[in-house]
């Protein structure tokens, strides 16, 4: 019984999936094809974020990477999503949790309130009532969906909230999406992105009044 050891190793297989070539570069072909029509995109709800999850999810599974020669899954999200990696993991955990919604009705929702649905889909198991969130999702605005999920998940009500509109030239997009995803490794994932603008104000008006008192 010496050959029956564990085929796994820190999680992953110890001997890899035989690599199929020709679907290899076909699922790489499509990635990439979706990532660049993305950039091309000015519209953040896109409708293709339901395919990427699944191509994703195959790459990791069958190490597609090895095509590239590339050491590792993390490796190739590196190179596919150098800015951040987060989206690809949000992305695969859709195609992974979300199998009860058809994949028509997530790509009406937009894959940001898909993530959401994630959330309740793993937090309620088997008892998720995908038909009632779904219907929530495509009603609901993106925030007040949020907030309809945290206190789905916390028991808690939220305080009352308001969307706010900025215009920003797309020459400062990336100085603020760079501050608020900085702001959020500082203070931890699990904040929103407005209590990240919030810090960051905050921090703002210390250094201002720092100046008052000196002058």
Same mark, same amino acid.
């Given at each position: 019984?010496?050959?029956?050891?564990?085929?796994?190793?820190? @999680?992953?297989?110890?001997?890899?999936?035989?690599?199929?070539?020709?679907?290899?570069?076909?699922?790489? @072909?499509?990635?990439?094809?979706? %990532?660049?029509?993305?950039?091309?995109?000015?519209?953040?709800?896109?409708?293709?974020?339901?395919?990427?999850?699944?191509?994703?999810?195959?790459?990791?599974?069958?190490?597609?990477?090895? %095509?590239?020669?590339?050491?590792?899954?993390?490796?190739?999200?590196?190179?596919?999503?150098?800015?951040?990696?987060?989206?690809?993991?949000?992305?695969?955990?859709?195609?992974?949790?979300?199998?009860?919604?058809?994949?028509?009705?997530?790509?009406?929702?937009?894959?940001?309130?898909?993530?959401?649905?994630?959330?309740?889909?793993?937090?309620?198991?088997?008892?998720?009532?995908?038909?009632?969130?779904?219907?929530?999702?495509?009603?609901?605005?993106?925030?007040?969906?949020? @907030?309809?999920?945290?206190?789905?998940?916390? @028991?808690?009500?939220?305080?009352?909230?308001?969307?706010?509109?900025?215009?920003?030239?797309?020459?400062?997009?990336?100085?603020?999406?760079?501050?608020?995803?900085?702001?959020?490794?500082?203070?931890?994932?699990?904040?929103?992105?407005?209590?990240?603008?919030?810090?960051?104000?905050?921090?703002?008006?210390?250094?201002?009044?720092?100046?008052?008192?000196?002058?």
């Amino acid at each position: 019984m010496i050959g029956l050891t564990s085929l796994w190793t820190n @999680g992953q297989p110890a001997v890899p999936p035989e690599l199929d070539p020709r679907r290899a570069q076909f699922v790489l @072909g499509r990635i990439d094809e979706i %990532l660049t029509w993305e950039k091309n995109k000015e519209k953040e709800h896109d409708v293709r974020f339901v395919e990427l999850g699944e191509h994703l999810c195959e790459v990791r599974s069958k190490q597609y990477w090895r %095509l590239e020669k590339l050491g590792s899954f993390e490796e190739f999200l590196g190179k596919r999503f150098p800015e951040s990696r987060r989206k690809a993991y949000y992305l695969m955990a859709i195609h992974e949790n979300l199998t009860r919604i058809p994949k028509v009705q997530l790509r009406e929702v937009g894959w940001s309130k898909a993530v959401e649905l994630v959330k309740v889909a793993r937090r309620d198991g088997e008892n998720f009532d995908c038909a009632t969130w779904l219907h929530k999702a495509k009603e609901m605005p993106k925030e007040g969906f949020k @907030g309809e999920v945290e206190r789905h998940l916390t @028991g808690k009500e939220t305080e009352p909230w308001e969307i706010i509109y900025f215009k920003l030239y797309k020459s400062q997009l990336p100085v603020v999406e760079k501050a608020v995803e900085t702001a959020a490794l500082m203070l931890g994932s699990d904040k929103s992105r407005g209590y990240c603008l919030e810090m960051i104000c905050a921090d703002f008006l210390a250094g201002a009044n720092a100046q008052s008192e000196k002058s």
